[in-house]
T-cell receptor
Framework: DQQVKQNSPSLSVQEGRISILNCDYTNSMFDYFLWYKKYPAEGPTFLISISSIKDKNEDGRFTVFLNKSAKHLSLHIVPSQPGDSAVYFCAASAIYGQNFVFGPGTRLSVLP | EAGVTQSPTHLIKTRGQQATLRCSPISGHTSVYWYQQALGLGLQFLLWYDEGEERNRGNFPPRFSGRQFPNYSSELNVNALELEDSALYLC????????????FGSGTRLTVV
């Protein structure tokens, strides 16, 4: 039973355009969410987080939106750059900062 | 500041053997997490250690075990290796209840033949 789902295994976007990566979760106890980026042969690196008391968090080109009623969050990258090409993982936690459950990842390809 | 370091980077074992994977957390981090990333799958939670104690484990059989040492480094042991144990094993560390999530190492690629 997958508690965190990323239904798009891959996404291709033109450089300069917006990338939107989606994540759905089933556990209503989740209240803290993270996005990680992973390049091949490297460990995932933390990108941005959001807690359930907010519906939006922004950091430079990256914005995460949370819709608690729909149990859905999304990561927006604007403008997309070729260096953003990586696998993006959504992660959720029911206890602040602990025991994150990861989604299967979405491979983003930003085309020049 | 050194990041999370894992060793070895690659490991090849025969079915039925035992594998030992090692992880050194970021200085000051007391929690160590182990995740498995099998081909085509996401990160599956294996184990969480904090202050030398196992705090939680994922849905894996008992032949996956580990420990955390007084210096907070950690070891993951996989006994009676099976072909499907072939995966990238990632270690991460954090302060307890670290709000910025985990810092991951680069992983150990375990291949069981």
């Amino acid at each position: 039973d997958q508690q965190v789902k990323q239904n798009s295994p891959s996404l291709s976007v033109q450089e300069g355009r917006i990338s939107i990566l989606n994540c759905d979760y089933t556990n209503s106890m989740f209240d803290y969410f993270l996005w990680y980026k992973k390049y091949p042969a490297e460990g995932p690196t933390f990108l941005i987080s959001i807690s359930s008391i907010k519906d939006k968090n922004e950091d430079g080109r990256f914005t995460v939106f949370l819709n608690k009623s729909a149990k859905h969050l999304s990561l927006h990258i604007v403008p997309s750059q070729p260096g953003d090409s990586a696998v993006y993982f959504c992660a959720a936690s029911a206890i602040y900062g602990q025991n994150f459950v990861f989604g299967p990842g979405t491979r983003l390809s930003v085309l020049p | 500041e050194a990041g999370v370091t894992q060793s070895p980077t690659h490991l090849i074992k025969t079915r039925g053997q035992q594998a030992t994977l090692r992880c050194s957390p970021i200085s000051g981090h007391t929690s160590v997490y182990w995740y498995q990333q099998a081909l085509g799958l996401g990160l599956q939670f294996l184990l969480w250690y904090d202050e030398g104690e196992e705090r939680n484990r994922g849905n894996f059989p008992p032949r996956f075990s580990g420990r955390q040492f007084p210096n907070y480094s950690s070891e993951l042991n996989v006994n009676a290796l099976e072909l499907e144990d072939s995966a990238l094993y990632l270690c991460a560390s954090s302060l307890l209840q670290g709000k910025d999530g985990y810092t991951f190492g680069s992983g150990t690629r375990l291949t069981v033949v």
